[in-house]
């Protein structure tokens, strides 16, 4: 007996529809930061987040990280980025614009908060610092207790920049990306 398929019928894909190796496959409704209500933007949960360690939070249900990854990777992505964020921008690490996500991987691009450093190759900043928040704030998105309903690392890498470069990097970098679903 032949299984039916679950889902129902659905249009083919325009041929000049992104994939899933394109940034605005993932974006969402909102594809730049102009585009979201005022009402939705995160400046305004700044009161609601002030002393909150929401990064510590996030990595306290990654069971499915390793601890050495946790500690070589993770948690400092997590500091250096709560730093950027307070230091350079005064605001709270979970509310950034796509501008300053742009900014803090340029300033980890460029070495910054390194004393062994000069320059980070793109493949260190995105494994240890744009995947990191990318999935960061996609749990954001999709956690029920948190008021986020976009991800400014996706619009970073919508726009032009070093968030752009790093994203496309690393999908033509995968070998055989397009056999994976």
Not at 19 to 35: A, F, Q, T
Not at 92 to 116: C, F, N, Q, R
Request: proline share 7%; net charge negative; aromatic share 14%.
């Amino acid at each position: 007996m032949t299984r039916k398929d679950s889902y129902p019928d659905r249009p083919d894909r325009p041929d000049d529809a992104p994939g899933e190796r394109d940034v605005e496959y993932w974006l969402g409704v909102y594809k730049s930061i102009e585009e979201v209500p005022d009402r939705y933007r995160l400046r305004n949960y700044e009161s609601e987040f002030a002393g909150e360690d929401t990064w510590g939070d996030y990595l306290a249900t990654r069971d499915d990280l390793a601890e050495s990854t946790k500690k070589n990777s993770w948690y400092p992505c997590g500091d250096r980025f709560k730093k950027f964020m307070q230091e350079e921008v005064g605001r709270h690490h979970a509310l950034p614009l796509p501008d300053d996500v742009e900014a803090y991987l340029a300033h980890i691009k460029d070495g910054g908060y390194s004393t062994k450093v000069t320059e980070r190759s793109i493949n260190t900043v995105y494994y240890q610092h744009l995947s990191p928040l990318k999935t960061f704030f996609r749990w954001l998105v999709h956690h029920v207790d948190y008021p986020h309903v976009y991800n400014p690392v996706l619009m970073g890498a919508h726009a032009s920049g070093i968030t752009r470069e790093v994203w496309y990097w690393q999908t033509d970098y995968k070998p055989d990306y397009g056999d994976r679903k």
